[in-house]
């Protein structure tokens, strides 16, 4: 049986006091012993208008305290309701603060974290909201979290700028310690920043760039998908390329072969049957192209090479921006390389004015299989960064081109009259402008 004590106010104003009704019995309870103490003076103070406050105070046993000042149990353990005449407004029926004895700094702020709980009576982190001061006390930046394994991942923040991101992202990885971070996604509402853009998320040929009116343009009109393709064309020049073929029949057209169930449509470039045969398709020449310089840009293609070089069938391959439509090395350009002269690894390259840095990126060229190559270079046009399926194969930033380039790829014999080829899936070239125009 338990022991119930009662009290009364003394009065209506301040002053007075009582303990309302508590119990105890004797079943373990979570929290040994609770007191709801009701002391007009401090604990319920009236401020002269009929409004009181209540403050809860835990109380436990000596070496046994309770875990919170206020724990609730039941099928319905808590609901709070405002009511007003208002209709069009919001109104606060829950506030919550985090309060200091100090001066607060950036990061502070109030954490608010969601538990689930089973029959192994293990109280797991399930998710988490966090509000964080950021550069003043009325700023504020807010973060959503999941939890993997017992631990609170970043998926998605709301940034003081109006931007949101998405995944885990480095952007605010020295602010913001507590949080794993790693390259992710972002998403911006207003003008786009290019520097928070990740080598990762710019490798990624499957992310869409959201619509950024007037900053993202993509040159060919058939681009709109990302695609270079044969998909209801017999050639590139249909889609908006030129094409340059030199010798007896060489070619640059549609194929049936080494078409699969991730390839939709696919070129064949084919030298033909002489020594200095040549299939190229450029969209745009030193006449039509672009600078680099005002924003991120990136070239990327996926090729199938049907043969190696030998040095009696010798060939050369380049694929990236370039000024030249004639099968010469580029004087003004960003591209890769395949030339056994020099190797037999890819070639990454940069040339300005015809002065030409060349590096090894140590990746072997092979033959009969798919071969993703990128290119990109940053929103200054001073470093281009190259992938080849998707891993970073090293930068460039001396002999940037500074002249106009443009997309840009072929197949050159120079030697033996064997017929040599490439299959390219398809060709995508990007720019997101740093200032929209």
């Not at 073929?245 to 699969?260: H, R």
């Amino acid at each position: 049986m338990g022991l119930w004590f009662t009290g009364r106010a003394g009065g209506s104003g301040v002053g007075g006091g009582g303990v309302l009704p508590v119990g105890t019995d004797t079943q373990t309870l979570r929290w040994n012993q609770a007191i709801l103490q009701w002391v007009a003076n401090s604990i319920l103070t009236n401020d002269g208008t009929d409004l009181f406050s209540l403050n809860l105070m835990k109380f436990g046993t000596v070496g046994n305290p309770p875990t919170h000042n206020v724990h609730a149990e039941g099928a319905s353990p808590g609901f709070f309701e405002r009511t007003s005449a208002d209709t069009v407004s919001q109104r606060t029926p829950v506030a919550l603060s985090h309060k200091t004895s100090g001066n607060m700094a950036d990061n502070f702020g109030v954490l608010l974290q969601y538990f689930i709980e089973d029959n192994a009576a293990v109280i797991n982190l399930s998710s988490q909201i966090a509000t964080l001061r950021d550069g003043a006390d009325n700023t504020s930046r807010q973060l959503l979290s999941a939890v993997l394994a017992g631990v609170a991942a970043l998926n998605m923040g709301l940034e003081t700028n109006g931007s949101v991101t998405l995944g885990d992202t480095t952007i605010d990885a020295s602010t913001q310690p507590d949080l794993p971070f790693s390259n992710g996604y972002v998403i911006k509402s207003g003008a786009f920043d290019a520097s928070i853009l990740s080598d990762t998320l710019l490798a990624d040929r499957n992310y869409n760039y959201p619509n950024y009116p007037g900053q993202i343009d993509i040159h060919n009109p058939r681009f709109s998908t990302g695609k270079f393709s044969d998909f209801g064309e017999d050639s590139p020049d249909k889609t908006g390329w030129d094409m340059t073929l030199v010798g007896a029949n060489s070619k640059f057209d549609a194929t049936s072969q080494n078409i699969g169930t991730n390839n939709d449509g696919v070129f064949r470039a084919e030298t033909g049957t002489t020594a200095t045969g040549l299939a190229m398709a450029a969209y745009g020449d030193d006449q039509t192209g672009f600078k680099l310089g005002g924003g991120v840009r990136f070239w990327e293609c996926l090729i199938l090479i049907g043969d190696l070089a030998t040095v009696a069938q010798d060939y050369i391959m380049r694929f990236g921006f370039g000024d030249e439509i004639d099968g010469t090395e580029y004087s003004e350009g960003v591209w890769l390389e395949y030339n056994i002269s020099v190797g037999v690894n890819w070639l990454r390259k940069t040339a300005v004015g015809g002065s030409v840095t060349s590096e090894d990126t140590g990746i072997v060229v092979v033959e009969d299989s798919y071969i993703r190559l990128r290119g990109q270079m940053d929103a200054a046009g001073g470093i281009a960064s190259y992938f080849i399926n998707g891993s970073a194969e090293g930068s460039i930033n001396t002999d940037m081109p500074i002249d106009l380039i443009s997309p840009n790829i072929h197949i050159l014999k120079t030697a033996g009259i064997t017929n040599r080829d490439f299959f390219i899936d398809y060709y995508d070239q990007r720019v997101i402008y740093t200032t929209p125009r």
